[in-house]
C-alpha cells in the first residue's frame, strides 16, 4: 500500500478578529481544492474562541454571524472555547450551532438541568480517510467551575473524561487527536499522562508553535491568536500506521489580498452597528462622561447601577472600563457596546471585615501602578486599568483606616460588594478569589445592566 498522506489545518482564538476571515477562508478553501485533487485527505479543526463580543456584528448576532463564517470556510469538526462557553448565557450557547455544518466535540461539559453533555455536542467524531484511515478526535475545553456553573453548566476537568474517552478510541481508531482549549501547560501535562493521544492542537493561552513540539510521541500544534496564522500539520501514515508527522504554520498576513477584502471587513463592523443601533435604550437629560484617570459621571451612574442589581452598598470599579462618554439624548446598544465591549459579569462578594480591609490595602497599594497600567485578557478589552473608585468605601490614607458607609470598619462583620468578574480573575486583588464568596449574574454583561439602569431612570417615550 502507497504512503498516504492527511493534512490537518488548525485555526484557534480568532475572536472575531474578522479583518483576518477573508484570507483565511481563501487559502483554506484553495489548498483544500488543491490537496484532494491530489489525493490527498484533509481536515480543518478550529480550537474555541473564535468569537468575541467585543466585534459589534458578534454582539448583534450572538455569535451567528461568526457561525455563517465558520461554514463558510469548511471546518469538518471544533471545540468550544470560554468565549463561547462563558461569553453567552445559556440560552444564547443553545442557540449558537443551531446552523453548524460542523460537529461540536466537547468532552467536558454538562448541562446541569439534565445532568448529561449538551444536545449541540458530540463526545468524538472519527473521520475514515479514503484509505480507510481512521481519526478519532475529542474535544476539551478550559473548565471554568464558578463562571460555567453561573450559567447552568457543569465544566469537568479532564481528568475527569478523558482516560475512559481515550481508552475506548483508542480501541477503535488508528491516530487521536485532541482539539484542546486548555493552555500550553495543559497540554504538555496531557502529552506525557496520554500518550495514546498521538497529536495536541492547542490555543487558550496564544501560544504560537511555528514547527510544533514534541512531547514524547505525541505532537502538538498551536497557532497563536486573532488567525495571524493557520496550522498546517503534515500526517503520512502507511498501512494506516504513522510514518512521519511535520508542524508549520502560515502566516495569513503574508497571504495575497484580493479586491473585495477590505469592503467585506468594513462591511462586518458597520453592519453590527447598524443593527445594535436599532434598539434604543434610555433617553438621558445630560452627557454621561468617562475619565480612566478619575471618578465621572458615567461611573457614578453605573456604580449605582450594579448597587441597585445586588442590592448592595458598597461597589467597586475601575476606570479603563469605560472606552468612551454618553452623549445627552437617546443611547442604544451601539453606544452601550461602544463604552463597554467587555464580556464582563456582574459579580457581589462576601467578605468578613478583615477580608474588606485587606483587599482594600491590597487595591491601595496597586492603585497607582493600575492608574495606568497596560492590561489585557481575562474579559477586559480596554486599554489600561485606570483609577479604581469605590462606593460607599473611604481609605484613609494618612491613619491606614477603611470606612465602610461613614463608620471604621468592623473586622468581624459581614460585608457584601458588588464589582465585576474581571477583578476576580486578575491578579492583582488575591482577596476576592481566596477568601471572597461569589454570586455570578450571568445572563447579562455589565453594559446591559447600566443600559437596564438608565432605562428605568430614563426611559424613552414612544410616539
Given at each position: 500500500m502507497a504512503i498516504e498522506k492527511l493534512v490537518v489545518f488548525h485555526t484557534n482564538d480568532l475572536h472575531s478578529h474578522f479583518e483576518n476571515v477573508p484570507k483565511i477562508r481563501r487559502y483554506l478553501q484553495q489548498t483544500?481544492?488543491?490537496?484532494?485533487?491530489?489525493q490527498t485527505s484533509v481536515l480543518a479543526v478550529d480550537l474555541?474562541?473564535?468569537?468575541?463580543?467585543?466585534?459589534?456584528?458578534t454582539e448583534a448576532t450572538n455569535g451567528k454571524i461568526n457561525i455563517e463564517l465558520m461554514n463558510q470556510i469548511g471546518y469538518d469538526a471544533v471545540t468550544i472555547g470560554n468565549?463561547?462557553?462563558?461569553?453567552?448565557?445559556?440560552?444564547?450557547?443553545?442557540?449558537?450551532y443551531r446552523d453548524a455544518k460542523f460537529p461540536v466535540i466537547v468532552d467536558n461539559l454538562l448541562d446541569r438541568t439534565t445532568g448529561k453533555p449538551?444536545?449541540?455536542?458530540?463526545?468524538?467524531?472519527?473521520?475514515?480517510?479514503?484509505?480507510?484511515?481512521?481519526?478519532?478526535?475529542?474535544?476539551?475545553?478550559?473548565?471554568?467551575?464558578?463562571?460555567?456553573?453561573?450559567?447552568?453548566?457543569?465544566?469537568?476537568?479532564?481528568?475527569?473524561?478523558?482516560p475512559d474517552l481515550v481508552r475506548s478510541l483508542a480501541a477503535e481508531t488508528d491516530y487521536i487527536i485532541l482539539l484542546s482549549h486548555l493552555g500550553i501547560n495543559w497540554d504538555r501535562k496531557l502529552a506525557h499522562e496520554y500518550p495514546q493521544i498521538n497529536l495536541i492542537i492547542g490555543s487558550h493561552t496564544h501560544h504560537l508553535l511555528k514547527k510544533g513540539e514534541w512531547v514524547g510521541d505525541t505532537l502538538l500544534g498551536a497557532a497563536g491568536k486573532w488567525g495571524q496564522y493557520v496550522g498546517q500539520i503534515t500526517l503520512n501514515f502507511d498501512d494506516h500506521h504513522l510514518k512521519s508527522a511535520q508542524a508549520e504554520t502560515i502566516k495569513i498576513e503574508d497571504q495575497p489580498e484580493q479586491v473585495g477584502d477590505q469592503i467585506e471587513i468594513t462591511n462586518y463592523q458597520?453592519?453590527?452597528e447598524r443593527l445594535l443601533q436599532q434598539f434604543k435604550v434610555a433617553n438621558i437629560p445630560n452627557a454621561l462622561p468617562a475619565s480612566w484617570q478619575s471618578s465621572s459621571p458615567l461611573m457614578k451612574v453605573t456604580l449605582a447601577a450594579i448597587q441597585q442589581?445586588?442590592?448592595?452598598?458598597?461597589?467597586?470599579?475601575?476606570?479603563?472600563?469605560?472606552?468612551?462618554?454618553?452623549?445627552?439624548?437617546?443611547?442604544?446598544k451601539n453606544d452601550l457596546h461602544r463604552i463597554l465591549p467587555h464580556p464582563m459579569r456582574v459579580v457581589k462578594v462576601r467578605l468578613n471585615g478583615y477580608n474588606l480591609w485587606r483587599l482594600i490595602r491590597e487595591m491601595e497599594k496597586n492603585r497607582n501602578h493600575l492608574r495606568n497600567a497596560i492590561v489585557k485578557g481575562n474579559g477586559f478589552r480596554g486599554k489600561i486599568f485606570g483609577e479604581l473608585v469605590y462606593a460607599g468605601i473611604k481609605f484613609d490614607t494618612e491613619e491606614k483606616r477603611v470606612i465602610v458607609n461613614g463608620h471604621s470598619i468592623n473586622l468581624s462583620a459581614d460585608y457584601e460588594i458588588a464589582t465585576v468578574d474581571n477583578f476576580i480573575y486578575c491578579p492583582f486583588f488575591p482577596t476576592l478569589e481566596i477568601a471572597g464568596h461569589a454570586k455570578y449574574w450571568g445572563d447579562r454583561f455589565l453594559r446591559d445592566i447600566l443600559g437596564e439602569y438608565l432605562a428605568e431612570l430614563y426611559p424613552v417615550r414612544k410616539g
Open positions: 483544500r481544492k488543491m490537496l484532494e485533487k491530489a474555541g474562541d473564535a468569537m468575541d463580543r467585543v466585534h459589534p456584528y468565549n463561547e462557553g462563558i461569553g453567552n448565557s445559556h440560552q444564547q450557547l443553545m442557540d449558537l449538551p444536545k449541540w455536542t458530540c463526545q468524538k467524531k472519527i473521520f475514515t480517510t479514503a484509505n480507510n484511515t481512521r481519526i478519532g478526535i475529542l474535544g476539551c475545553t478550559a473548565p471554568f467551575d464558578a463562571t460555567y456553573d453561573m450559567n447552568n453548566w457543569e465544566a469537568l476537568s479532564v481528568d475527569q473524561v478523558l458597520q453592519t453590527g442589581l445586588t442590592r448592595t452598598k458598597l461597589a467597586i470599579l475601575n476606570g479603563g472600563l469605560f472606552l468612551g462618554d454618553l452623549e445627552q439624548g437617546v443611547i442604544t
